[in-house]
Every structure is written in C-alpha cells, then in structure tokens.
C-alpha cells in the first residue's frame, strides 16, 4: 500500500479518531471509533474546555464502502463549559468534517443525499440511494430538501408573475421570477390580488412586472407597486395567438389538402402530346443532347404558356413537369439563370414525370412496362427499375412517397402561419400560399370567442 494506511484510504473522515474495531457483517461494515482531541470548543461562547461531564455512544451512517453501507459507533464526550455566564452548561463535542449537531449520518452522506435530493426529489431519489448503498425514504430525502437553507435573493428589477399548480385544477400557488437573472424568488401561497400586492409592499424597488392578462395580478401589482410598469409577458401573448390561429385552421381543416384533379382522357392525350414536343428536340439531336438546351426549350415553353395566361399549376399539368421545376422556370427572365447554379442536382430522374405518371395511375394505366415505354418515349432516360420503386407504394394502396401529397396538418400549418417567413422553407411558404388562396376568408376576425384570456 505503498506506506499508506488503508483506514486512511478508505475512512478519510475518520482521520482524527482513534478506530478501535472495523467488523464486517453481510451488507454492512460497523466501525467502532471514538474521538481523541484533547479539548473542545463551547458552540455557545467558543470557550475551550477539557473538562469532560460524560461520555455516550452516537451511531452514524456514512457513505458506503464497496458496496456496503458503514455504520460507525462514535464514542463522544460532552465537556463543561468554563465560562460561567454561558448559557451552556455543558456541550458535546463534533468532530470536524464528520459529525454535525443531531446528524446521524457524516457529514459526507449527508452532502451526497441532499445533492441526489436536489437532482431527483423523493421517488427517483430513494431509488437511486438504495443503488448507492445508502438507502433512505422519499420522504427523508424531501426533509432533506425543506431543511436546507433558502438562497438569499435579492429584490428584483423586472419581475415575472406567473401562477403554478401546486395540484392541477385545483390548488394553484403563484411563482415570483427575477426576469433579469431568470431565477425563481419567492412562492406565494395562492394567486390572489391581496397577496401579490402584500410581497410586493414588503419588497420594494420593482420597476416592471410581467404578467399574463388575467385580472387578479393586474390589481396586485396596482395595489403593492402602484409606480411600476405592468407589461404583458411574451409568452402568454403568443400562446393566445397560437391558439385563435389553431382555432382558426381547424375551422378550414377541409380545406389542407390540395384538390384532387382528375384529368379528362383529352387532357391526358394533350399532355403527353405536349410533353414529346418539348422533348422531341432533345431526342433529334442525342449528340448535342444537353443540359442547356433542355432548360431552354423548356424555359420556351413554361414562358409561351404563361403569356397565355395559364397558372402554374395547369402548366405543370400539361407539360409533365414537377410544380417546383415550373416555379424555377416562370421566375427566371432568361434560360441562362437556371443553368448556373446547384439546380442540376436533381433529386429524381423521375421528377420531371411524376405528374403525368400519376394522371395516367388515376385513370387506370398501372402496369410499369406500358408508362415504361410512354415517358421514354417522351424523353425518359432512367431505368425500368427506378419507375417500379416510385409504383410500388401506390400499388399497395398506401400514399405515393412523394411527400407533397400529404395534406399538412392543423398543427403544422398553424406553426406555419405563427412562425417568421423567414424561417419557412421555400416548399413551406408555397404549401401555405395555396392554402391561404383556397380560404377566400382566410384572414380571421379576432374573435372573443374560447377561452379568457389569462
Ligand atoms: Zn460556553
């Protein structure tokens, strides 16, 4: 052990006591030790004395060892105090760093078992002091808790008043929060105007006091802190808001989901007709078949179509092409700003094809070999493969993998609507265009209705 005492190692606390037996039994190791420094001081009048009135026997339980809990015998003495005014007669002793007055575990379990305390509370708590050797109640670790001191604060500048449920939907306590440092104050015992308006008298010097909208701490903070500024606090005032948007949304949840449209046989024949024109060109010239030139004959036609004045939902029918690739094409004055950039990176041969692969599903061309063949000859170059996998989910009855066919939900579009556009995606902010114009009424009245507001 290197010279080392393995008391010393093991029982450091129990450095300046005279050990006189360590016996292990089952889960359980008892060391009998007592105290050996020569005098004591008075905790009254901080007299030392050496003057011993009696000796007796305290047990402590201290962290475990290995596994097993200690239980150390601490013989102790009580001492006379010498001074003869000291309202103390007699004292018993406390060893440093071990005992403290009335503990009966060291000091050091004692530090272990608040911080599981603190971290956990009762439940989890005793769990988790039984995995430590050192098994206490709940109900202890929460005496624990109660008994510590609380943490000095100061006054705050700007206060939060907001109320907590001590037990839900029926007894409700109000929280003080320093808005400045974000650290809880004081608990208040209900959530009455009176007794706002009572700590707020005793504790002067608040300049503002954030709230939420109900009555009973408006006239609180007249009463107590008539000079402060009363504001409403941010997140009662979005989470109203959200609430009338939700409302509002659920009011139109019919109208999510984009329309289906079913296409005429007409229309399906003049869509493929359109679409091997814009890439018969393509397809003349497969030396030359490039890039840009697809983008330009397509810039073309998306442009002539528009002069027509069809929508970009109807020119994306007709020409076969994903909505998205209609939008880039109708927002560039010139072919030559979609060539430059990160758009060639496409997610899918098949993109371009799945608005006509759709059509023809709904009318009842499901076999892969038959589309196989029509969109290559308009211009398909991938592989039979690729077209199988994007047909198996519509096969099995289940939504097309294209994640766009899904309607939002309430939820989600009402976060789209309370969130900052800046923060929406391109593909959100046009979900929600379409559905703002599918809603001709889609700006609500603030309505009273639901509900106080708090
Ligand atoms: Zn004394």
């Given amino acids: 052990m290197n010279g080392l005492d393995a008391e010393e190692v093991l029982l450091p606390d129990l450095d300046d006591l005279e050990i ?17 420094a020569p005098e004591a001081l008075c905790p009254a009048c901080g007299a030392r004395s050496r003057r011993v009135h009696s000796r007796y026997e305290r047990r402590l339980a201290d962290s475990a060892i290995g596994g097993r809990r200690v239980i150390v015998k601490l013989q102790v003495r009580r001492f006379r105090c010498p001074t003869t005014s000291c309202p103390r007669a007699t004292f018993v002793e406390q060893v440093a760093g071990l005992t403290f007055r ?6 050091r379990l004692h530090t272990i078992l608040q911080t ?4 956990l509370a009762g439940r989890a708590g005793a769990r988790l002091s039984d995995v430590l050797s050192s098994k206490v109640s709940r109900s202890t670790l929460l005496r624990l808790v109660r008994a510590m001191p609380d943490p000095q604060t100061t006054t705050p500048r700007v206060l939060g008043v907001d109320d907590f449920a001590l037990r839900k939907g029926h007894v409700y306590g109000t929280v003080l929060i320093n808005i400045e440092t974000r650290r809880p104050v004081d608990l208040l015992p209900d959530r009455e105007a009176a007794t706002l308006a009572r700590w707020l008298t005793e504790h002067p010097g608040v300049e503002v006091i954030c709230r939420d909208r109900a009555i009973g701490y408006a006239e609180g903070a007249r009463l107590g802190a008539p000079d402060a500024v009363q504001v409403a606090d941010r997140w009662h005032l979005f989470h109203n808001l959200t609430e009338a948007v939700e409302r509002c949304v659920t009011r139109h949840s019919t109208q999510l989901r984009e329309p289906a449209h079913i296409p005429t046989p007409e229309e399906s024949a003049a869509a493929l007709a359109e679409l091997e024109k814009i890439t018969a060109t393509a397809k003349a010239d497969r030396g030359a078949h490039r890039y840009a030139d697809r983008t330009r004959d397509r810039h073309d036609a998306v442009h002539a179509l528009l002069d027509q004045g069809l929508s970009r939902w109807e020119i994306s029918r007709r020409l076969g092409l994903a909505r998205g690739t209609v939008r880039r094409f109708a927002r560039a004055a010139a072919p030559e700003e979609l060539v430059a950039g990160k758009w060639q990176g ?38 039979l493969t690729v077209l199988r996998d994007y047909l198996r989910p519509l096969r099995s009855g289940a939504q097309p993998q294209d994640r766009s ?9 009402t976060s789209w ?19 703002l114009a599918r809603c ?15």
């Fill in 20 to 36: 006189a037996n360590i016996e292990i039994g089952g889960d359980t190791v008892t060391v009998s030790a007592c105290a050996r």
């Fill in 417 to 435: 609507i309370t969130r900052h556009p800046d923060s929406l995606t391109p593909d959100k902010t046009l979900k929600l265009k379409g559905i």
């Fill in 116 to 119: 599981v305390a603190l971290m």
């Fill in 440 to 454: 001709p009424n889609s700006i609500p009245p603030l309505t009273t209705s639901g509900p106080s507001p708090r």
């Fill in 102 to 107: 009335h503990g009966r575990r060291s000091l």
């Fill in 346 to 383: 496409r997610a899918s041969v098949l993109d371009d094809y799945k608005p006509y692969l759709h059509q023809r599903w709904q009318e009842g061309c499901t076999t892969a070999k038959t589309l196989f063949d029509e969109i290559k000859a308009a211009g398909y170059t991938g592989g």
């Fill in 405 to 413: 066919t899904r309607p939002p939900s309430v939820r989600d579009v």
